[in-house]
Structure formats: structure tokens, C-alpha cells
């Protein structure tokens, strides 16, 4: 029953066994041996498993009657959907990046809701996939892996949203729209790029 219900619990959440090890500080073969009842979590690692999903270990352990669909949809909608800011411009200054413009907040499901904002989409450059006025969830990070989209502050500017892509010493913005030239910034230019952090999701809003 342990088996079961935590791959179903692990599912729900849209995680793979991988991401879950990530997140427990566990191997991906622990968790695997548990999702096909090789073996069972120490009840220390129970517990964790217990408050990371928001469950009880009876119920892990399928010591309770509740279906795991029941069981999670109470507990996710309340654990997992937090109030996120929604701000109109990031800007660099002073060694730091500051958030402008406060639109109040919107719904995301995240893990960490104090590292997330999301931006207004300004502009036409990004279409035909994302279009102005549409909200961007944005996690805060410092860098970007190559070909991540992102919201990057480059010089004086306000901060845009743009395609990452770093070709040898250069660093490349690129945008979706055809009618735009993707911008390559490099050499002593590059100390003035500050990375706002990596777009997860766009959705239409406004």
C-alpha cells in the first residue's frame, strides 16, 4: 500500500523520482525500491516523505480509508497555490535588481513562493508565443542554462524577456518575433547583464 500511495502522491505532483530524490536529498534508487515495494523508508525518512506531501504517515502507510486523490486535492490546494506579486518593471541599480510597479498578486502553484514574481509582458517582441500584456512567472536566479527563457536587465534598461543563449564569450537575447534582432552582448559589456531570474510559465491575463 506505501508503494502505491506514494506514486500516486508523487504523480499528483507532477514530480518524477528524480525530482523528488532532488528535493528529500535522496537517490533516485531509494525512491524507486519504494515505488515497487523493494524496500520502505527508515521512520525518520517516512515523516519527511509524510510532511513533504502534506499527508500523515498513516496515511503513507495506508493505515487510513481516504483515497489518495481525496487525501492530496485537500491538502495541495491550500499547501501548494500561494499569492505571487505582480510588478510591471525590474531594473538594475546599486548591486541589486529592484522590482517596480505593484499590480497586486496572482494564484501559482509553487513550492517556494518567496522565490517567485511575476512580470507583465511588455511589448510585441516575444509573439507569436507570448504576446504584451500577458503574465510571466518568473523564479529568481542569478543565471540561465543555455536556450532557457528568462528576464534579463541589460545596462540602464528596464528588464526584458528574452531567449538565453550563450555562444562562446558572447551572450546572445533573442526574441520570437521575426521583425526583431536578437542583441549580442560581449566582452566588458557582459558586467552590466544581470539575469532576474528564468521564465517556468506564461499565461494570458491582462
Not at 12 to 18: A, N, V
Not at 38 to 54: G, I, K, V, W
Not at 183 to 197: M, N, P, R, S
Request: charged share 25%.
Amino acid at each position: 500500500m506505501f508503494a502505491q500511495r506514494l506514486k500516486e502522491l508523487r504523480k499528483l505532483r507532477g514530480l518524477s523520482q528524480s525530482a523528488l530524490a532532488r528535493d528529500l536529498g535522496l537517490s533516485q534508487q531509494a525512491v524507486c525500491k519504494w515505488e515497487t515495494g523493494r524496500s520502505t523508508p527508515d521512520p525518520q525518512t517516512l515523516a519527511e516523505l509524510a510532511a513533504y506531501f502534506h499527508v500523515s504517515t498513516d496515511h503513507l502507510l495506508g493505515r487510513t480509508p481516504h483515497s489518495v486523490a481525496e487525501t492530496s486535492s485537500f491538502a495541495f490546494s491550500g499547501a501548494m497555490q500561494h499569492m505571487i506579486p505582480v510588478i510591471g518593471t525590474v531594473r538594475a541599480g546599486y548591486g541589486a535588481l529592484a522590482f517596480e510597479e505593484d499590480y497586486g498578486e496572482e494564484p501559482a502553484t509553487v513550492r517556494d513562493p518567496e522565490n517567485y514574481f511575476y512580470l507583465i509582458v511588455k511589448g510585441d517582441s516575444m509573439e507569436p508565443r507570448i504576446h504584451e500584456g500577458d503574465l510571466a512567472l518568473v523564479r529568481r536566479q542569478p543565471t540561465l542554462e543555455n536556450g532557457e527563457l528568462g528576464v534579463v536587465v541589460y545596462g540602464d534598461g528596464d528588464g526584458t524577456l528574452k531567449k538565453f543563449i550563450r555562444r562562446g564569450n558572447a551572450v546572445i537575447l533573442q526574441p520570437f518575433n521575426p521583425a526583431y534582432h536578437e542583441q549580442v552582448i560581449l566582452g566588458e559589456d557582459l558586467q552590466h547583464l544581470y539575469i532576474a531570474g528564468k521564465v517556468v510559465e506564461t499565461k494570458a491575463k491582462w
